[in-house]
T-cell receptor, first 108, second 116 residues
Framework: ENVLTQSPGTLSLSPGDRATLSCRAS???????FLWFQQKPGQAPRLLIY???NRATGIPDRFSGSGSGTDFTLTISRLEPEDFAVYYC?????????FGQGTKLEIK | EVQLVESGGDLVQPGGSLRLSCAAS????????MHWVRQAPGKGLVWVSA????????SYADSVKGRFTVSRDNARNTLYLQMNSLRAEDTAIYFC????WGSGYWGQGTLVTVSS
């Protein structure tokens, strides 16, 4: 199983700050099979980034994804109040299709 | 508009059974793989099962293998998850997800609670 480890577990920042979230895989992942999601309480996950670096439809350009192989990063350039949520990475290069444990982005 | 609507979640006793449904609309179900993903209260996302276009290939997480069965009725545009021998640790919201992960189509989920 390809284990995805996200860091940090919790990130405390203020609106306007830059956020950098990391996801490290235990085995190499094809960039085309790597995603980032945002989830708010009581809601289904919302796709932010597909193919490691492509923004999904309607996602603001302050969100960007990068990385390859085993190391991937989600960057939010200037945090807006609505960005405080939990973020998950996911790979589907291999079965089981694993998710990271999540990074909670909270208001400082 | 693509929609995925789960149903069938309920409170069930340990050892019991439940069948979840996922009604798909806005696209041709038979053209897509489909997945089930679950999320225990306050926890992260866990992939549960996948099924290919015609149901000829099915895959399961180790934690549910032998207890859960995924199936589909393309004529009824519906995906199913039959859950047997339920355990407390199966308590979660269950989401159905369209198989092209990069499209981002998820249902809103249905809550399964396993408790005596």
């Amino acid at each position: 199983e390809n284990v995805l480890t996200q860091s940090p577990g919790t990130l405390s920042l203020s609106p306007g700050d830059r956020a950098t979230l990391s996801c490290r895989a235990s085995q190499s992942v094809s960039s085309g099979d790597f995603l980032w999601f945002q989830q708010k309480p009581g809601q289904a996950p919302r796709l932010l980034i597909y193919g490691a670096s492509n923004r999904a439809t309607g996602i603001p350009d302050r969100f960007s994804g990068s990385g390859s192989g085993t190391d991937f990063t989600l960057t939010i350039s200037r945090l807006e109040p609505e960005d405080f949520a939990v973020y998950y990475c996911q790979q589907y290069s291999s079965t089981p299709h694993t998710f990271g444990q999540g990074t909670k982005l909270e208001i400082k | 508009e693509v929609q995925l609507v789960e149903s069938g979640g309920d409170l069930v006793q340990p050892g019991g059974s439940l069948r979840l449904s996922c009604a798909a609309s806005g696209f041709t179900l038979s053209s897509q793989w489909m997945h089930w993903v679950r999320q225990a209260p306050g926890k992260g996302l866990v992939w549960v099962s996948a099924i290919n276009h015609d149901g000829g290939y099915k895959s399961y997480a180790d934690s549910v293998k032998g207890r859960f069965t995924v199936s589909r009725d393309n004529a009824r545009n519906t995906l199913y998850l039959q859950m047997n021998s339920l355990r407390a640790e199966d308590t979660a919201i269950y989401f159905c997800v369209r198989g092209d992960w990069g499209s981002g189509y998820w249902g809103q989920g249905t809550l399964v609670t396993v408790s005596s």
